[in-house]
């Protein structure tokens, strides 16, 4: 079978369908290097504190999944238990927050929501007063939230796939995607032709070009998401936290630099540069959170692209064309899901059936109207 996207979900996908069902007869094609698409893109940011019990459940088993995958990898993925901090500003977050605290403790994931005395302790040089501009009413505290070292992800599931047998194509672009009376015979490459009965299109940002080379059209529209990271500076963040009314998400490597994100553009483009006015935004957001990183210097920033779909949900499964399937339309949730993506999407093709945990996330659904409503489990606007 044949994979399309070398990233995380990519590679996961790959990796569980030789280690889970023993088909090892999988090409995976990525048009550059492996990670080079949203995977190396991203913020690294792992919690499942979702707001629909569909969402919490999916999102757990892939933290579950991510916190044992550098022993059962062999690999040190530097996985990072942290905690994780969604701030309220304003009565009607903090209802938000209270309502994914209560789904969350109803599938068994840790979340509840905490006092400005206890977001203190756990981020003393925050302003937690209420002089503040945006005084803090509370948070949404998730204890098994955290970070990891998202190449590194890369490299342990393409290494372990590889040594099972699978063959990783870098530097080879899909051009075409063969379907005969309705079902996939093959597909063809800036580097040759391979036929094959099964694609999955595990791409981020060209997942409705790729989708429209077996002609089926998906309701994704396409926005960059941009990051920066600081100079090292020593440990003083030890949680992740996150304002949704600031637009802004931070974290400390363990290397001690800060990645920050924010929202994502205004504007839909395939564009993975960076803007001025992005980190204009984003520098002024971050000071009115944390006044005394006003001295730190921005190293770098980036932008990867994110897939919006209808309800910020994703899409994944079988679609009306036989043999293709689709692990798209991830949003800025599509890193931390790529363990748990990779696992179910193996076993939907391994066995023709849809797995319990992806089956509200099926491609219908837009026909249907059984939307699934994700966006308030964002961590910043859209
Ligand atoms: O969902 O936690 C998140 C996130 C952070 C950055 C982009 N998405």
Request: glycine residues 12%; contains cysteine.
């Amino acid at each position: 079978m044949v994979i399309v996207g070398g990233g995380v979900h990519g590679l996961a996908t790959a990796y569980y369908l030789a280690r889970n069902h023993g088909i090892t007869n999988v090409a995976v094609l990525e048009k550059s290097y492996i990670g080079s698409g949203g995977s190396g893109r991203n913020t690294a940011i792992l919690r499942s504190n979702y707001l629909t019990p569909d969402g919490v459940r999916f999102y757990d088993r892939s933290l579950k999944l991510y916190e044992r995958l550098a022993a059962e990898l062999n690999y040190n993925v530097m996985f990072s238990r942290r905690g994780h901090l969604t701030l309220a500003h304003n009565d009607s977050s903090l209802r938000t927050m209270r309502w994914r605290a209560e789904v969350n403790k109803a599938s068994g994931v840790d979340s509840e929501v905490i006092g400005p005395a206890d977001i203190k302790k756990l981020v003393p040089f925050m302003d937690t007063s209420e002089r503040a501009r945006y005084p803090i009413l509370g948070a949404l505290y998730h204890p098994p939230g955290g970070i990891i070292r998202h190449d590194a992800v890369v490299w342990g599931y393409a290494r372990a796939a590889d040594a099972m047998g699978v063959h990783v194509h870098q530097d080879t672009e899909l051009t075409g995607i063969d379907v005969e009376q309705g079902r996939v015979t093959g597909v063809r490459t800036s580097r040759g032709s391979i036929a094959t009965r099964v694609v999955v299109n595990c791409t981020a940002g060209w997942s409705t070009l790729v989708a429209n080379l077996a002609g089926v059209r998906l309701p994704v529209q396409t926005f960059p998401l941009q990051a920066a990271v600081t100079e090292p500076v020593r440990p003083f963040l030890d949680t992740v936290v996150v304002s949704g009314t600031l637009h802004v998400y931070v974290s400390q490597t363990d290397r001690g630099e800060l990645v920050f994100g924010a929202s994502v553009d205004p504007f839909a483009s395939y564009s993975t540069r960076g803007t001025l006015e992005f980190v204009e935004g984003l520098a002024g957001h971050v000071l009115q959170l944390m006044p005394s990183l006003s001295t730190l210097r921005l190293l770098r920033q980036w932008a990867g692209l994110c897939d919006m779909t209808p309800d910020f949900a994703p899409i994944m499964g079988h679609t009306e064309v036989d043999g293709f399937l689709v692990d798209v339309g991830w949003g800025t949730y599509g890193f931390k899901a790529g363990p748990v993506a990779g696992e179910t999407m193996a076993e939907c093709v391994a066995t023709g059936r849809t797995p319990e945990l992806i089956s509200a996330f099926g491609l219908r659904r837009f026909a249907d109207g059984s939307l699934v409503g994700e966006k308030g489990a964002a961590a910043v606007g859209h």
